[in-house]
């Protein structure tokens, strides 16, 4: 399969940077920073969830950024709501936004490296959860310069089931990968994870041909 050139959105630093202005702007003039893919890309995310699933359930978003999803998520009236990130300064801003909003009832956020498995060391990673949800962490992953490019996936396939309860949903959406290469590294991964869904995302045409920019898509965790 082919590997992803690496990238400097692959580190850590990059995002340090890119809160750490996201929080600037914020409070110099109240803006709430950027929606990755697009806010129509979340909508539909947030609309899926809204319409199949019961607000009682918990979900986790994987690299959550700041937050800006499980806030739309929380205003669609879901209560168990966690968000992750590697990110210190994503933490720090997500969590001025959440309180900005009156949400940290139903948000908790936490500073952690989903990769590094370890439940003692986290909180919010020593559950398991009913979703799982990531939308464009797995494509920064993958453009680490320093990552192993085949043990990266199969440790982030893998990781992705430990957090899932029986019957549990992951949310994948991506940029970088197609919807066959995802599923071909699944495969590889040994993952139980099937194929449950797929949600609408912007579609492109070039050439006579007509495709997306972007894929999303549920699976279902079988065990």
């Given at each position: 399969m082919e590997k992803l050139p690496s990238s400097?959105?692959?580190?850590?630093?990059?995002?340090?940077?890119?809160?750490?202005?996201?929080?600037?702007?914020?409070?110099?003039?109240?803006?709430?920073?950027?929606?990755?893919?697009g806010k129509s890309v979340a909508k539909n995310i947030v609309q899926w969830l809204c319409n199949h699933v019961e607000k009682s359930v918990s979900i986790i978003e994987i690299g959550s950024g700041n937050g800006q999803?499980?806030?739309?998520?929380?205003?669609?009236?879901?209560?168990?709501?966690?968000?992750?990130?590697?990110?210190?300064?994503?933490?720090?801003?997500?969590?001025?936004?959440?309180?900005?909003?009156?949400?940290?009832?139903?948000?908790?956020?936490?500073?952690?490296?989903f990769l590094v498995y370890n439940f003692q060391e986290s909180s919010v990673l020593s559950k398991q959860y009913d979703i799982v949800i990531d939308k464009g962490t797995f494509d920064a992953i993958c453009l680490n310069p320093d990552a192993n490019d085949e043990q990266i996936k199969v440790t982030y396939y893998t990781n992705i089931c430990k957090?899932?309860?029986?019957?549990?949903?992951?949310?994948?959406?991506?940029?970088?990968?197609?919807?066959?290469?995802?599923?071909?590294?699944?495969?590889?991964?040994?993952?139980?994870?099937t194929l449950f869904d797929e949600i609408e995302t912007p579609k492109f045409t070039f050439g006579g041909n007509t495709g997306n920019k972007v894929v999303s898509l549920i699976f279902k965790y079988d065990v």
């Open positions: 400097e959105l692959g580190t850590k630093q990059y995002w340090q940077d890119v809160y750490r202005n996201e929080l600037e702007c914020f409070n110099d003039h109240g803006e709430r920073g950027e929606v990755w893919f999803l499980l806030m739309d998520l929380s205003k669609c009236g879901f209560k168990t709501l966690f968000g992750i990130d590697y990110s210190s300064e994503a933490i720090h801003f997500s969590k001025l936004l959440r309180d900005s909003l009156q949400m940290s009832d139903s948000i908790e956020f936490e500073e952690a490296d957090y899932l309860k029986r019957n549990g949903l992951f949310m994948l959406t991506s940029c970088n990968w197609t919807k066959s290469e995802i599923l071909d590294q699944i495969s590889a991964a040994k993952c139980s994870l």
